[in-house]
Nanobody
Framework: QVQLAESGGGLVQPGGSLRLSCAAS????????MAWYRQAPGKERELVAA???????NYVDSVKGRFTISRDNAKNTVYLQMDKLEPEDTAVYLC??????????????WGKGTLVTVSS
């Protein structure tokens, strides 16, 4: 059974930093896209950043230059370094793994989410 374990959320002041981690287990991942989404109260879920197994990266415009996504393939772990945080970044951040190892159309897995609150 695939499990995604997220950590690193919390309360931070504007301008501060947090680092989120998501470790995937329960499958022999070899070809995946790993991503972070977020959902703020009353808003739709949005893709924040994604990184493919080949290292291709994309970010939503609002976080470019402030957030950095990375992955450790040996640990099946994806990270999101968030700097210069703004109150508008407040949301539940969810880890997503799209696994293409055994299915060319991809199988989606989701974490339960970790809350990030940016407030003074």
């Amino acid at each position: 059974q695939v499990q995604l374990a997220e950590s690193g959320g919390g309360l931070v002041q504007p301008g501060g930093s947090l680092r989120l981690s998501c470790a995937a287990s329960g499958s022999r991942f070899s070809t995946t896209t790993m991503a972070w989404y977020r959902q703020a109260p009353g808003k739709e879920r949005e893709l924040v950043a994604a990184i493919s197994s080949g290292g291709r990266i994309n970010y939503v415009d609002s976080v470019k230059g402030r957030f950095t996504i990375s992955r450790d393939n040996a640990k099946n772990t994806v990270y999101l370094q968030m700097d210069k945080l703004e109150p508008e970044d407040t949301a539940v951040y969810l880890c997503n793994v799209e696994d293409y190892t055994s299915n060319p159309y991809g199988v989606d897995y989701w974490g339960k989410g970790t809350l990030v609150t940016v407030s003074s």
